[in-house]
């Protein structure tokens, strides 16, 4: 990772990776407050007595998604891709660190993944596997420039196979 050669680099994901990939927790997180809060309304309205205040149920809501977007944050910082020294590898984990790396010279597919909306905002997940073996040994997911990336790696095998790109 020193000084990465002309068909060597390494990347971070994208940024817009902290909002997009816990969209779906963020938006659970969300619904739940709501629920919770009309279920609160709910209550005092039948006459049930105060029950909890809804500025609280705002406030726990709040205070789940932070804690969500902190995380975000945290795995986002921990990720680190790259294709050096002969090989493509993935690095992350934020309590469990884990380095996934593949030799070029064994890469025999490499795939794009761009669901809609990273699409939509310009990102993509590229898998790299090899032969014999069902899923992907590394995954660098979320990155900007997701189909210039793919050109480019696709180049990398490609020469480092005695093959033209």
């Not at 002969?86 to 469990?96: E, F, I």
């Not at 790299?128 to 696709?154: D, I, P, Q």
Request: a positive charge; zero cysteines; proline letters at 5%.
């Amino acid at each position: 990772m020193n000084n990465p050669g002309i068909d060597e680099f390494v990347l971070r994901p994208h940024p817009l990776m902290i909002v997009v990939a816990p969209l779906g927790q963020l938006t659970g997180i969300v619904l739940a407050g709501a629920a919770v809060a009309a279920a609160a309304w709910a209550w005092r309205w039948a006459g049930l007595g105060s029950g909890v205040q809804t500025s609280t149920i705002v406030l726990l809501t709040v205070l789940a998604v932070l804690a969500r977007l902190v995380w975000a944050v945290a795995d986002w910082a921990a990720r680190v891709y790259g294709l050096t020294g002969g090989s493509v590898w993935a690095q992350r984990g934020v309590l469990h660190r884990r380095r996934d790396e593949l030799p070029i010279a064994k890469v025999q597919s490499v795939a794009l993944d761009r669901p809609l909306p990273a699409r939509l905002l310009g990102l993509g997940t590229l898998a790299f596997a090899s032969a014999g073996t069902a899923g992907y040994e590394v995954v660098w997911y979320m990155v900007g420039n997701s189909e210039e990336r793919l050109r480019r790696v696709r180049g990398i095998v490609g020469q480092r196979e005695g093959v033209a790109p």
